[in-house]
Structure formats: C-alpha cells, structure tokens
C-alpha cells in the first residue's frame, strides 16, 4: 500500500455469500463465485491457487466447456473465466472469476450442493422423498452420463467429488440437472495417460460422491439397495474400462492423510483400495 502497488478501493458495492467452499463466495447481484487463494492445509493441501494450475486454467476451462456444450444434455459446467493477481503476489492474491447459476440453471429448478444432501439439512429431497428408487434413478440420469461421456468424446477427467457437484431439483424435489465445477481440478488426455485418468474419474465420482449419497440413501430410507441402479446406470456406456470395473471387488480409495504426512505436493495422488460394492461375487 504504501508504494503504491496495491490501491484500497473500498467495501464492494453489494453483499457476498461464503460458500461450503470455505475459500470461495458468491455475488447474487452479479451471479459470480470469487474463489480465492488460502494459505491453510486443508486434507492433503494448502489451498493456495498455484501459478501453474492458474497459467492452464483456460485450456483446462475451454476443454470442459466444449465437451459439455456437445452433450447435448441439461448438465452443465460452471466456467471459470479466468483471474486477476498483482504480478509480486502471483499466487497469494490471486483470484479467479467463475461463472453463477443463471445461465446454466433449468428453469424453475433449485440448486444444492451434492455434499448438502448427506447432511441433516432442513427440507433436504434425499431424505423427504418418498420413492427412494425413482428419486436415485434421477441423481444417477443427473450425474453419471456428462461425466463419463466427458471422458469418453472429450478426453476430460472432471474431478466430480461432492463439493465440486451441484444437484438441481424441482419443485418435488427430484434431480433434473447437474453442473459441475473447478477447473483447477480437470486433467486431460493424454497429459493425464488414460488409465490414471479413470482411475482418479472412478474416485471422485465414486468413492467420493455416489458411496456417500447411496449411504444417506440407505439410512434414510431403511432396505433400499443402491447399487443395482448404479450397475445399470453405468453399463449404458460403451466405455473399455467399464466390465473391469464392475467385475473389480475394490475401488481406489486416495490416500489424503497419508500424502500429508509424506509432504507430498498437493496434486499428487496415491491410491489403496476400498470394498467396491459394484462387484457381486461368483458363486
């Protein structure tokens, strides 16, 4: 401040919202999320925004967008634009500009952050539903097909975890769209060799996301079986790695605590394997 390399403009204009993000908010006026850098070790990571991952973010931006525009479907990819930093800062004031709802969003829908539906949450449609079959066949229609066919026709690998997926229901409350989020977190083919790309695919939409909601599910909703619809949902795509798959008895579960105490760099990842409850036994 004091030469003049940064100038204090002031409070904004508007109010913002904190998001479940923790370093993300969001400008209902404008409809855009601001994601910031954080200088806190959060799971296996300081949540700073890396000059490496900000130079690609347009690529990695670009190629999500298109291969969800080809899609065809109501999902959606909540762009990230692009960023602002002042050049002796680069990483710690940095800024990225992402895009809001009102774009993307299906008329009349409301949108709710995936990680919220395994959560005690007032009016949450998980749990209030009273077709626990009907309503998962939605999520699945939702989520499942854009990201596998971002895969598979865009070579895209988007890191669709709970926190980085947005379920819109309507006004009964059942799933009609999905967008998704974080370029940060997108890999491409062949950067990313194909094999280590469904492997951290079959995580985050798996062992990160569908495990947790199929559980809220099966707790809420006492002898529902959630995973007779997931083999469904995915052998619909004609994707090589599917069979193995579903005939593997784990899954890759990613080794957060321990890359932390190894000091790994937070975009390495490691892998063991969990139950996969896909598999069904040969008897």
Do not use: M
């Not at 904190?18 to 200088?39: G, N, Q, W």
């Not at 690529?59 to 999902?75: H, K, M, S, V």
């Not at 009349?108 to 009016?123: I, K, N, Q, R, Y």
């Not at 409350?173 to 079959?202: C, H, I, M, N, Y």
């Amino acid at each position: 401040f004091a030469d003049g390399r940064l100038i204090r403009l002031g409070a904004t204009g508007s109010p913002v919202w904190p998001t479940a993000a923790i370093r993300t908010v969001y400008a209902p006026e404008r409809d855009l999320f601001l994601k910031f850098s954080l200088d806190v070790r959060i799971t296996n990571d300081i949540r700073r925004l890396w000059r490496h991952d900000l130079l690609k973010l347009r690529r990695t931006d670009t190629a999500a967008t298109e291969a969800f525009a080809a899609l065809g479907t109501p999902a959606a990819w909540l762009a990230d634009r692009g960023h602002r930093t002042a050049d002796f800062a680069y990483e710690e004031l940095a800024v990225v500009v992402r895009d809001g709802f009102r774009p993307h969003l299906v008329p009349g829908a409301t949108p709710l952050l995936a990680a919220a539906l395994v959560e005690d949450l007032p009016d949450n449609p998980l749990a209030n539903t009273t077709d626990p079959a009907a309503w998962w066949e939605a999520y699945l229609a939702a989520v499942v097909p854009p990201v596998l066919t971002a895969f598979a026709a865009g070579g895209v690998v988007v890191e669709a975890h709970l926190q980085n997926t947005v379920i819109a229901v309507d006004a009964a409350g059942t799933p009609v769209q999905a967008l998704f989020r974080d370029a940060e977190g997108v890999k491409l083919l062949p950067d990313t060799s194909r094999e280590a790309g469904w492997e951290r695919l079959v995580y985050c939409l798996l062992v990160n996301h569908l495990l947790e909601i199929a559980a809220a599910l099966t707790e809420h909703h006492r002898g529902f079986a959630p995973w007779p619809a997931v083999r469904r949902a995915l052998t619909r795509h004609d994707l090589p790695e599917i069979p193995a798959l579903l005939a593997s008895p784990t899954l890759p579960g990613k080794t957060n605590l321990l890359l932390r105490w190894t000091g790994a760099d937070g975009a390495d990842a490691r892998y063991l394997p969990v139950p996969n409850p896909l598999w069904v036994p040969v008897v």
